[in-house]
């Protein structure tokens, strides 16, 4: 989520990937920490092992209705 827990750039374009990369030197300690824990507890609950499985099965079970 850009600017709670990260920032979010162009993949093809170094200019914004710069600007970003300045913006986050220029951060305040305590704000550069926020971001980062922020962006642990997204991965925690977004990419867990449980809910990779959960979602990996919802298209598995998708695709065999699908099929009749």
């Known amino acids: 989520?850009?600017?709670?827990?990260?920032?979010a750039t162009d993949e093809d374009d170094?200019?914004?990937?710069?600007?970003?990369?300045?913006?986050m030197l220029a951060m305040p300690a305590d704000e550069l920490a926020a971001m980062?824990?922020?962006?642990?507890?997204?991965?925690?609950s977004e990419r867990s092992l449980a809910r990779s499985v959960s979602q990996l099965r919802s298209v598995y079970a998708s695709v065999r209705a699908a099929r009749g």
């Open 14 to 23: 170094p200019t914004t990937l710069r600007s970003a990369l300045r913006t």
């Open 36 to 44: 980062g824990a922020g962006a642990r507890s997204w991965v925690v």
């Open 1 to 7: 989520v850009a600017g709670t827990t990260g920032l």
